[in-house]
């Protein structure tokens, strides 16, 4: 997911293995405690995604995962922070989803995909903001959709990732030729000679000039993951599986998932990343695509977590879990990586922006399982889910020179 970044950010020109003294830290506040305050609550106050819109700073917070811990958790709110007044606010109180995974920036529109309808919706629907505006308009546009994972534009139509259950005869995958005013369902089948259709898409991205959906390769009716790719092309107004491209850096057919993708120069940049507590997902590499399809793996500090754009650099955020260290890293080729920031941390950092020429975390958190007791939950994430961090003037002293 791209990130546009309003200030201008310049990086310190250190190789990865330089050692600096950690940055003075300041936790800014935890948003989402009230709501989520008990225990066994702590995981869904996971930052899933953080944005920058107009002057604020947009907080995802929720877990749509029925599964323990804080299975179901919604209804959220939209939460923001405004730098100036240095003050969290609620702009949307109880959005009727069960979490907010993602913000995606289109044009002068601030718009939250429908995660996990929260009480009697079963229309998938999206949330809209206008710059200027905080105001909420809410289009439940999707019949019998459970679920809405993703949006984008591609060849003068938009496509929605959706989820889809017991959806006879549908697809998912959603085209609007008009705008969003109608939608047609695309065939999303595991092979062109089955007739059940997968159950849900993820997230879309582009590889050259051709439109990919990572999917979950589980299809309507059955509980198990079947052994088929998870990768899916667009052609011929349907969405074909691809099963020849080492998409996930396994030297295996693609059995995981895409995340976080966004284009930097003519590569596609992507954490894979395997499938983990129902929608959510566990990294395990950063990638890079190119146009020819050569698939690259990027070595950087631990596991990648979020990505983002900024003018001409692209920094990734990552988290060595032995050395228990966030780390911040850009490139402005995909060759050479230099180090912006590091620290040490009890947990990783799930997201993070730019915003107000200063460097902001959205703090993450996982369940301690013991997998010799049948996975069994033996520890709740850290208290410190959910709280915002940041690096004062990180954004403004720093000089990659791309």
């Avoid at 309003?6 to 190789?15: K, R, S």
């Avoid at 929605?160 to 995958?173: D, I, K, L, R, Y």
């Avoid at 399809?293 to 979020?306: I, M, N, W």
Wanted: proline fraction near 5%; charge should be negative.
């Amino acid at each position: 997911m791209i990130k546009f970044v309003l200030l201008a950010l310049l990086l310190i020109a250190l190789p990865l293995s330089a050692q600096n003294a950690d940055p003075a830290i300041i936790v800014v506040g935890n948003p989402t405690l009230d709501r989520f305050s008990r225990e066994n609550l702590t995981y869904a106050r996971n930052v899933w995604d953080l944005a920058v819109f107009d002057g604020l700073l947009f907080i995802g917070s929720g877990n749509s995962s029925n599964r323990p811990p804080a299975g179901n958790a919604g209804p959220v709110d939209v939460w923001t922070y405004d730098a100036t007044t240095d003050t969290f606010s609620i702009e949307f109180e109880v959005l009727p989803e069960e979490q907010i995974d993602r913000f995606i920036v289109r044009d002068d529109e601030l718009i939250i995909t429908g995660h996990d309808p929260a009480g009697d919706f079963r229309d998938g629907a999206i949330y809209v903001r206008q710059m200027g505006s905080a105001a909420w308009a809410t289009r439940r546009v999707f019949e019998r959709v459970t679920h809405v994972y993703d949006l984008v534009e591609y060849d003068g139509r938009l496509f929605a990732a959706v989820g889809v259950a017991n959806f006879e005869g549908g697809a998912a995958v959603q085209m609007s030729a008009d705008g969003g005013e109608t939608w047609q369902h695309l065939v999303v089948r595991p092979d062109p000679d089955r007739v059940e259709t997968v159950g849900r898409v993820y997230e879309f991205f582009t590889i050259g000039a051709d439109l990919y959906a990572s999917v979950s390769p589980r299809t309507l009716g059955s509980t198990n993951l079947s052994r088929t790719t998870s990768l899916y092309r667009y052609a011929n107004a349907e969405f074909i599986p691809v099963s020849d491209l080492d998409l996930l850096g396994t030297g295996e057919m693609p059995l995981g998932r895409v995340a976080r993708a966004l284009i930097f120069g003519e590569q596609t940049v992507y954490v894979a990343a395997e499938f983990d507590n129902d929608h959510q997902w566990s990294p395990r590499r950063l990638m890079s695509a190119s146009p020819d399809l050569t698939f690259t793996t990027h070595d950087v500090p631990g596991v990648p977590y979020d990505l983002l754009l900024h003018e001409d650099a692209l920094l990734a955020l990552t988290w060595d879990a032995r050395a228990r260290r966030v780390h911040v890293v850009a490139t402005c080729d995909l060759i050479d990586w230099r180090a912006v920031t590091a620290f040490d941390a009890p947990t990783f950092a799930r997201s993070f922006a730019v915003y107000n020429g200063d460097l902001y975390f959205g703090m993450g958190g996982n369940p301690v399982f013991a997998p010799l007791l049948f996975n069994t939950m033996v520890d709740q994430p850290p208290a410190e889910t959910g709280e915002i961090w940041r690096i004062d003037g990180a954004a403004e002293g720093l000089h990659l020179g791309c």
